[in-house]
């Protein structure tokens, strides 16, 4: 078994690209990770991606990438996980590189949420649902998000708008994320401004899907991974785990369970402790994942992650950074690629590059990912050497 | 045009069929391959009688395709009297507003064209507050 | 033929019944001054009240099924015994496709039964209903399910739009011995009288106007009803209830009164007023809405009409066993007194009259 290590990374900024396609974006990632390594060669690629067989019309995606990349020679295909398919990739690539059987790996997430528009694309975003049983009576994930906001406000009872403050958090620290898509931070007055729907949510709840391509490089190659810069970066950990795909199937649709069990897991195979973690990239693909996540982490006690979140301070210089380059919120949500900008903004953490954002002495950072509603959880945790 | 894969769905959209496991007697739906409570083969079919009550609910503005011309619609979990928990529009709702706990009953409503106008009509389960 | 008294009427071989009934009416009810204001008209000479509109999400298919199955919980029986569903409407929702399948599978019927569509305007439920008369009484089966239910359209601005609503009932015609109503006979009148149609792929119909009144209603109603009490030997006062056809109030009010029926016997059945005409669902509804009250013994005489044209009769005694069934269903009073008003805009967008394409 081989040690995984970060090495050479790559972002384009996360936005609205309609002059951009799959091919583009994922090239350009890839240019900008292969120049920040030190290394050109490429064994395997992995590619994270939703929705490009249906809403691009473009199966087959990991070859498309490889061969527009001209990365000849390498072996690749596709991770789907729904909006968890970027972290998908990256376990991918854990396990090649970790097992041996593949010396360098390019993890490319990458999404093209733009190529199509109208209530289509809506329905395509469903289809991370139970297609059968949920989507076919009209849900969407937002629509999942305001079922379980409506039945967290019910149950705990916490003050409507002390749920923006991952939001709020996000947008500030998108500020200083040149690759976000909305860098304007936003107060709590704004969003308590912006209607507090008892049963559902409002505009600053909801993280903008939107395009984009994130690239990390893995290796099992130590002299190469030095020769990156910025430190040793290894992968110390990769785990995951399911819960029913459908809200209606669990027994306790606030449990997050599929977050308590990848979480643990991950942190027992790191040999890490919360306490020892220096920054966590959590899931804020809407701001009740969030707070069910903390819960469910065992950050906070059950229904008081909101209290946890509001309370206490998480900026790059508190208690508990969370969303240090903006999160989904506001550093804008690439859905399939979103996994690996988690990632590889974790690696410019722990690198000393993130500039205004950067958490002082960063050492560990716990990053993670999900489909739907926790449905398919996905934990990464790296750190430096 | 997605005919097969409504088809194979009608008893249990348009009558709420599910199942009962023959081996530790859970209600089960919609019907599943492997009984959820206690892994068994599941095949007994079982008609669920359609009351319920609201577990949770959100109102819908942004509809995916098929559903705009219905906007703005309530979507809810209801959770079965006999136990399951479903997804399911809730209907015929008036200016009463809707409460988590509301009990409701199950009544079978067009749920949307597979298309356009020239594609088969899908019926299915929704939810009304129980009537009278 | 054989001109012996009584030969007109359909009487089966073996004694039939209604063995349960139901109905359903949606909640919507646009009020009939709303139409008036809209299209300049006078608010004093609006035909009804208000009519039954139906929701977005709301057919013939969605309002049968609930209808057939108030009649089922009625009727007692295990759907699977039925050897027919016929479903009378003139909204169908497929044009090729029989509503009538839908159902039945949606209330779980067997596979071993009839199914076809019936159309013939306003008095295609009753064709149902004497076709399942048919069925059991001649002994093919021993169960069968008839229904009359619409979604009208009325063309904006047309004096039909008044009162062009939605709602229907069902029927589970058994044996004379299992029912809460006895069908004691059934007569129909039948001419080539074109008062209202559509043709196909038209929106909406075309009637002819006055046309639609002494030689097409109260043509075929009145004979219908004369024929089937001289050749039953009864007259209006041998009946408990009477319930006609109802596109409008005056209409039955003026039959009745000419048949010898007073406005007490056409009271209960009499819906049009507060729900609107619901075309193969009107006397249907109407007849549910006696039997919601109707006492054992009560004699029911019950006269649809359909336009192209044609009315259907039938002569009904109410048994012992209609207090316990009434029970075991809505009754057709909670489905009006359901009601939330909607506006005429509400309307025209439920109605799909507003061009999205």
Same mark, same amino acid.
């Given at each position: 078994m081989e040690k995984v290590y970060a090495a050479g990374i790559g972002q384009t900024p996360v936005g609205e690209h309609w002059d951009k396609s799959l091919s583009n974006l994922s090239s350009a990632a890839i240019q900008l990770a292969l120049n920040n390594s030190a290394t050109l060669h490429v064994d395997a690629l992995y590619a994270g991606n939703m929705l490009a067989s249906s809403a691009s019309q473009q199966a087959n995606l990991g070859t498309l990438i490889a061969d527009n990349a001209g990365l000849t020679g390498v072996e690749t295909f596709t991770a789907e996980a729904g909006e968890a398919s970027g972290a998908a990739a990256l376990r991918m690539g854990y396990i090649a590189v970790h097992s041996g059987l593949v010396r360098t790996a390019l993890v490319v997430g990458v999404e093209k949420y733009t190529d199509a528009v109208g209530p289509e694309m809506a329905a395509e975003t469903a289809s991370g649902l139970?297609?059968?049983?949920?989507?076919?009576?009209?849900?969407?994930?937002?629509?999942?998000?305001?079922?379980?906001?409506?039945?967290?406000?019910?149950?705990?009872?916490?003050?409507?708008?002390?749920?923006?403050?991952?939001?709020?958090?996000?947008?500030?620290?998108?500020?200083?994320?040149?690759?976000?898509?909305?860098?304007?931070?936003?107060?709590?007055?704004?969003?308590?401004?912006?209607?507090?729907?008892?049963?559902?949510?409002?505009?600053?709840?909801?993280?903008?899907?939107?395009?984009?391509?994130?690239?990390?490089?893995?290796?099992?190659?130590?002299?190469?991974?030095?020769?990156?810069?910025?430190?040793?970066?290894?992968?110390?950990?990769?785990?995951s785990a399911v819960d029913a795909l459908a809200l209606h199937d669990r027994p306790d649709a606030l449990a997050f369970s599929a977050v308590t069990a990848s979480v643990h897991k991950a942190l027992a195979r790191a040999r890490v402790e919360w306490a020892q973690v220096d920054l966590f990239e959590l899931w804020d693909a809407f701001s009740i994942y969030g707070i069910l996540s903390v819960e469910a982490c065992g950050l906070a006690a059950r229904g008081e992650g909101w209290r946890w979140l509001a309370e206490i301070d998480h900026s790059p210089a508190g208690d508990m950074p969370l969303v240090t380059m903006g999160g989904n919120k506001a550093r804008g949500f690439p859905i399939g690629a979103a996994g690996v900008y988690q990632a590889v903004e974790a690696v410019v953490q722990l690198r000393g590059e993130a500039g205004e954002n950067q958490v002082p002495g960063a050492k560990i950072a716990l990053v993670q990912s999900m489909g739907g509603p926790a449905s398919n959880v996905f934990t990464h945790i790296f750190a430096r050497s | 045009m997605e005919i097969p894969r409504h088809w194979r769905l009608q008893k249990q959209r348009y009558a709420l069929v599910g199942e009962e496991c023959p081996h530790c007697s859970a209600k089960i739906f919609p019907a599943r391959d492997v009984c959820p409570e206690c892994g068994g083969e599941a095949k007994e079919p079982f008609r669920f009688s359609g009351r319920g009550s609201v577990y949770s609910y959100t109102v819908m503005n942004n509809a995916p395709a098929g559903f705009e011309k219905t906007l703005p619609y309530t979507i809810a979990l209801v959770k079965l009297d006999e136990g399951p928990t479903v997804t399911a529009q809730l209907t015929d709702l008036n200016d009463e507003e809707v409460q988590i706990g509301m009990p409701v009953e199950m009544v079978t409503r067009r749920i949307k064209e597979d298309g356009d106008e020239r594609g088969m009509l899908i019926y299915g389960y929704k939810f009304r507050p129980v009537m009278g | 033929m054989n001109k012996e008294k009584g030969s007109l009427l359909l009487r089966p071989n073996r004694p039939v019944g209604i063995v349960g009934y139901g109905a359903y009416v949606p909640q919507y009810r646009l009020p009939a001054v709303e139409i008036a204001q809209v299209w300049g008209m006078s608010e004093k000479s609006v035909p009804i009240k208000e009519k039954a509109v139906p929701g977005l999400d709301e057919d013939t298919v969605t309002m049968g099924i609930e209808a057939a199955r108030n009649a089922l919980k009625r009727a007692g029986i295990d759907p699977k015994e039925l050897r027919a569903v016929w479903t009378g409407s003139e909204s169908h929702p497929y044009a090729v496709k029989p509503s009538s399948t839908i159902i039945a599978e949606a209330i779980g019927a067997s596979s071993h039964?009839?199914? *076809?569509?019936?159309? !013939?305007?306003?008095? *295609?439920?009753?064709?149902?209903?004497?076709?399942?008369?048919?069925?059991?009484?001649?002994?093919?089966?021993?169960?069968?399910?008839?229904?009359?239910?619409?979604? *009208?359209?009325?063309?904006?601005?047309?004096?039909?739009?008044?009162?062009?609503a939605a709602g229907g009932a069902a029927f589970v015609i058994g044996p004379a011995e299992e029912s809460a109503v006895e069908i004691i006979s059934a007569y129909s009148f039948v001419t080539d009288t074109p008062d209202f149609w559509r043709r196909a792929y038209q929106h909406y119909p075309e009637h002819g106007q006055r046309f639609t009144g002494e030689?097409?209603? !109260?043509?075929?109603?009145?004979? *219908?009803?004369?024929?089937?009490?001289?050749?039953?030997?009864?007259?209006?006062?041998?009946?408990?209830?009477?319930? !006609?056809?109802?596109?409008?109030?005056?209409?039955?009010?003026?039959?009745?009164?000419?048949?010898? !029926?007073?406005?007490?016997?056409?009271?209960?059945?009499?819906?049009?007023?507060?729900?609107?005409?619901?075309?193969?669902?009107?006397?249907?509804?109407?007849?549910?809405?006696?039997?919601?009250?109707?006492?054992?013994?009560?004699?029911?005489?019950?006269?649809?009409?359909?336009?192209?044209?044609?009315?259907?009769?039938?002569?009904?005694?109410?048994?012992?066993?209609?207090?316990?069934?009434?029970?075991?269903?809505?009754?057709?009073?909670?489905?009006?007194?359901?009601?939330?008003?909607?506006?005429?805009?509400?309307?025209?967008?439920?109605?799909?009259?507003?061009?999205?394409?």
């Open positions: 139970d297609y059968d049983f949920e989507a076919m009576y009209g849900l969407t994930p937002e629509a999942q998000a305001g079922l379980l906001t409506a039945r967290y406000l019910h149950t705990f009872n916490p003050p409507r708008e002390a749920l923006g403050a991952v939001s709020v958090l996000a947008h500030k620290n998108a500020v200083g994320n040149p690759k976000a898509m909305y860098r304007r931070a936003i107060s709590p007055e704004r969003y308590a401004a912006a209607g507090l729907p008892g049963d559902g949510l409002n505009m600053y709840d909801i993280a903008p899907y939107a395009d984009g391509a994130a690239a990390l490089l893995l290796t099992s190659d130590k002299k190469i991974a030095e020769a990156t810069g910025g430190g040793l970066i290894e992968l110390l950990a990769s785990q | - | 039964i009839q199914a *076809a569509d019936m159309e !013939f305007a306003c008095k *295609a439920g009753t064709e149902a209903m004497i076709m399942a008369i048919g069925l059991v009484g001649s002994g093919m089966g021993d169960y069968a399910l008839a229904l009359g239910v619409d979604t *009208a359209q009325g063309k904006p601005g047309d004096a039909l739009e008044y009162t062009a030689p097409a209603y !109260f043509k075929h109603v009145s004979t *219908a009803a004369q024929t089937m009490m001289d050749e039953s030997g009864t007259t209006a006062a041998d009946y408990t209830y009477a319930v !006609f056809h109802q596109p409008n109030a005056k209409f039955p009010k003026r039959v009745a009164k000419s048949l010898g !029926f007073s406005e007490d016997q056409i009271r209960t059945g009499l819906l049009s007023p507060v729900i609107g005409n619901t075309y193969a669902g009107a006397s249907p509804v109407g007849l549910t809405a006696i039997l919601d009250e109707a006492q054992p013994g009560d004699r029911v005489l019950m006269v649809s009409y359909g336009s192209g044209a044609g009315s259907d009769a039938l002569d009904l005694r109410v048994t012992e066993r209609i207090n316990a069934v009434r029970a075991k269903a809505p009754k057709t009073a909670d489905y009006i007194t359901r009601r939330v008003e909607i506006d005429y805009a509400t309307y025209a967008r439920y109605r799909g009259k507003l061009q999205m394409r």
